[in-house]
């Protein structure tokens, strides 16, 4: 059974930066691609970037090129997400997926969220 | 980018009916690389149909996916208490990965 659990709930200030994590489990990590979308309160669904699993390429959307950075650790099975210069507009739930293979870009399974609040 | 447009905001059903969601992409999705989610209240979203009409594993054949190039359709032929939700389009043919805003399923 496919699970995706995400690091918890974090405070920022204007201007710090975090990191959110992803462990998996039930699947062969090495072989399926990672996304990230985010959710602000009451919003819709954005999607920030992945990472291919075939190569470890990235590619993120333009509106956060520069600010995010994916990567991941394939012996502690757990996928990563940096965002840096954080503002109270990236108040937000992020969630990791899993793409349907390793350089898919389908998502088929879903980590729980993590909220993360930027506030002074 | 390609702008993904859902129609419409909410829909009023009862248990029993039909729901019909739309999804409108601004230009042409290949391979009909179309999926619909759907987000329960404090939940992630779960992935019903991928492929424009293929269901994912484990939903129910009360949804039915269908469309192609720009025009999409996510129908629930018979509602269940269960389904009421917020259901999400997107397309994942091109980069960026784009949802549409959203439908709210309420009930009636």
């Known amino acids: 059974q496919v699970h995706l659990v995400q690091s918890g709930a974090e405070v920022m200030r204007p201007g710090a930066s975090v990191k959110v994590s992803c462990k998996a489990s039930g699947y062969t990590f090495s072989s399926y691609a990672i996304h990230w979308m985010r959710q602000a309160p009451g919003q819709g669904l954005e999607w920030m970037g992945w990472i291919n699993a075939d190569n470890d390429n990235t590619r993120y959307s333009p509106k956060f090129q520069g600010r995010v950075t994916i990567s991941r650790d394939t012996s502690a099975i757990t996928g990563y997400m940096e965002l840096s210069s954080l503002r109270s507009e990236d108040t937000a739930v992020y969630y990791c997926?899993?793409?349907?293979?390793?350089?898919?870009?389908?998502?088929?399974?879903w980590g729980q969220g993590t909220l993360v609040t930027v506030s002074s | 980018e390609i702008v993904v447009t859902q129609s419409p905001g909410t829909l009023s059903l009862s248990p029993g009916e039909r729901a019909t969601f739309s999804c409108r992409a601004s230009?042409?999705?290949?391979?009909?690389?179309l999926a619909w989610y759907q987000q329960k209240p404090g939940q992630a979203p779960r992935l019903l149909i991928h492929g424009a009409s293929s269901r994912a594993t484990g939903i129910p054949d009360r949804f039915i996916g269908s469309g192609s190039g720009t025009d999409f359709t996510l129908t629930i032929s018979r509602l269940e208490p269960e389904d009421f939700a917020m259901f999400y389009c997107q397309q994942y043919a091109d980069s960026p990965i784009t949802f549409g805003q959203g439908t709210r399923l309420e009930i009636k």
């Open positions: 997926a899993r793409g349907s293979c390793a350089g898919c870009w389908l998502v088929d399974y």
């Open positions: 230009q042409t999705i290949s391979s009909n690389h």
